[in-house]
């Protein structure tokens, strides 16, 4: 495999559920982001992990809750979510830059399309 | 102010026409930019970076005027396959991309090329 990959692509569940998102990188980036996507809306930044460490939380409700267990993966496990909770949940990582290096941006996975009911 | 700002269009073009879109940020620090596309319920992909001397793909030239903090992005000879949305991105954290690069994206501009 090759990129990022997000499983799964959509996920329909109930305000009681919990479930995970999994996201894996194969580009040997030392950074993953979790983006929310809703409609009409622009791309917001949820989490930061940069080397397996968590940087920034953007205030994100805490039945969001995030793990990288490795430089390669990051989960986002969902619980007790609100209708407004549904949305498009991208998965990016990248090659945060030295000094004096050029920045190359971020691969986005293709993104798990979530409903909540 | 929002930190990336694009005019949401649509911007709905013939084939072949000439298209600019322009976008404007508030931090006078940043360093990044990038232009990504987006298809209909597809992920971002990058289309191409933006630096100090601007940057040309084929149809495509972005520009940079850091004194008015814009980036622009012209293409040339639209087609079909154009019709996207164009997210203007850009890296706030100061020098190439700082210990996380954090991205800022736009709401997007909806370009839809007709035939």
């Known amino acids: 495999e090759t990129g990022v990959t997000q499983t799964p692509r959509h996920l329909v569940m109930g305000m009681t559920n919990k479930k995970s998102l999994k996201c894996e990188q194969h580009?040997?980036?030392?950074?993953m982001y979790w983006y929310k996507q809703s409609a009409k809306k622009p791309l917001e930044l949820m989490f930061v992990y940069s080397l397996e460490e968590r940087v920034e939380n953007n205030s994100v409700p805490s039945r969001f809750s995030p793990e990288c267990p490795n430089s390669s993966h990051l989960f986002l496990h969902l619980h007790t979510l609100q209708p407004e909770d549904s949305a498009l949940y991208l998965c990016?990582?990248?090659?945060?830059?030295?000094?004096?290096?050029?920045?190359?941006?971020?691969?986005f996975g293709s993104g798990t399309r979530l409903t909540v009911v | 102010r929002k930190e990336v700002e694009q005019d949401p269009g649509p911007f709905n073009v013939p084939e072949g026409a000439t298209v600019a879109f322009n976008c404007t940020y508030s931090?006078?620090?940043?360093?990044?930019f990038f232009w990504y596309r987006q298809d209909c319920r597809k992920e971002p992909k990058l289309l191409m970076s933006?630096?100090?001397s601007g940057n040309e793909d084929g149809r495509f030239t972005a520009q940079l005027n850091r004194a008015s903090q814009y980036i622009s992005l012209l293409i040339r000879d639209s087609k079909l396959s154009d019709s996207a949305t164009y997210l203007c991105v850009v890296n706030p954290g100061g020098g190439y991309g700082g210990a996380t690069n954090k991205l800022i994206f736009g709401t997007g501009t909806l370009l839809a090329v007709q035939p």
């Open positions: 931090n006078s620090a940043s360093q990044s």
């Open positions: 990016a990582s990248s090659q945060a830059p030295g000094q004096g290096e050029k920045n190359y941006g971020y691969t």
């Open positions: 580009l040997g980036h030392n950074a």
């Open positions: 933006v630096y100090s």
